[in-house]
DNA sequence: TAGCACATGTAACTCGTTACATGATTTG
DNA sequence: CAAATCATGTAACGAGTTACATGTGCTA
């Protein structure tokens, strides 16, 4: 049973082979926004996967003192991911670091605290942005294929559009409510 | 420099003074709501606070082999906490191994992958009813002071009660277009 | 020619979880 | 009398980050 971040991989090779360098880069971009890793952590994954025959690789030419390889997902690797990935994931405990703060913030500067939410809201603001870009890029596919992955892929970009919004309507109400009580931000 | 558990402690020390028994409890039910952690953290961190001089602790009385120490904050930890409350947050990568298994879910059996959804969904029904209730049962405080923690408790719970709402839409947006193709679950 | 993107690996360290350990008091 | 709750600690392990390490090819 291999950990989170070798079914990460998986998933990213199951749609198209790569290399380890195209597969640490895919977990910032399209897969980052709900997981990551550094490529220390890829590349031991990788030989694990491969030892474990859920993944096989060939070697092509590319630069550099070492051999680029190129990885595909095999049969039995296809087969462990489908499986994986209906087993409901326990439920994981919320790590977030700015609702401690707000939790705390009653002993701070009131105009430091409304700062801190400004731009946590900027923040939000600006990854929102982002994954309207994307959703207007978006091919969405046949939406009668569920065997293909871009309806998957639309789901998981609708989840962090909901998420964006929510947190940024939040972020706005604490604003106004900090601003209520000490009057608006001095320019 | 403390870690973010530090800070969660001083956090639940501002407002009153506990054992480190009573502080792992709250970890688990007002914090842990935003931020966890087990006892065998909380005493490490606890010693390394009172090294520190940002806590302090009385000895009374209790069951059990060892001492049972009350700890308190101190100004020192109170100025600290205030300090850092209002310090941007470094933007989190997020970790969600549900998303994950959404982006594979096209590979999977479609009444499985149906079951996984409306499971998650129930978790975040439960979860919801579990934040207005505390949202019925608590006091706001008088909402001019913002110096008192007990508005920003509230707008804890209120970021709660949003995010949990979000995601129960997204689930059942996505229970709803599993269906449509796949023609409803049987009895 | 300096910096960046490509490309792959190892090592040290930190943070968090689980398991190990002990023992009193209360409740069913 | 068994189990849960109160109460506090240490140790082993695993996952993840940062830093170390090497070297090519392209572009400003």
Redesign the interface.
């Known amino acids: 049973m291999p950990s989170?971040l070798g079914?990460?991989l998986?998933?990213l090779l199951?749609r198209k082979p790569r290399t380890g360098y195209e597969l640490t880069r895919a977990l910032r971009e399209p897969?980052?926004?709900?997981?990551?890793a550094s490529h220390s952590q890829v590349y031991p994954e990788l030989a694990r996967l491969e030892a474990r025959g859920w993944v096989c690789y060939e070697i092509i030419d590319g630069p550099g003192p070492r051999d680029t390889k190129r990885y595909a997902i095999t049969a039995a690797g296809?087969r462990a991911?489908?499986?994986?990935?209906?087993?409901?994931?326990r439920?994981?405990?919320?790590?977030?670091?700015?609702?401690?703060?707000?939790?705390?913030?009653?002993?701070?500067?009131?105009a430091?605290?409304r700062?801190?939410i400004t731009?946590?809201r900027e923040?939000h603001s600006a990854m929102l942005a982002r994954y309207e870009k994307l959703a207007a890029q978006s091919e969405r596919g046949d939406?009668?294929d569920?065997?293909?992955?871009q309806?998957?892929?639309y789901?998981?970009l609708?989840?962090g559009l909901?998420?964006e919004?929510?947190?940024l309507?939040?972020c706005d109400?604490?604003v106004a409510?900090?601003e209520r009580?000490?009057g608006p931000a001095a320019p």
């Open positions: 989170t079914y990460a998986l998933g199951a897969i980052g926004y709900f997981w990551t296809r991911l489908a499986a994986w990935a209906v087993v409901p994931p439920p994981e405990r919320s790590r977030n670091e700015l609702l401690l703060k707000v939790y705390s913030l009653w002993l701070a500067d009131p430091a605290a700062a801190l731009a946590e923040q939406p009668a569920l065997a293909a992955p309806f998957f892929d789901a998981t609708c989840r909901s998420f919004r929510h947190v309507a939040w109400w604490l409510a900090l009580r000490t």
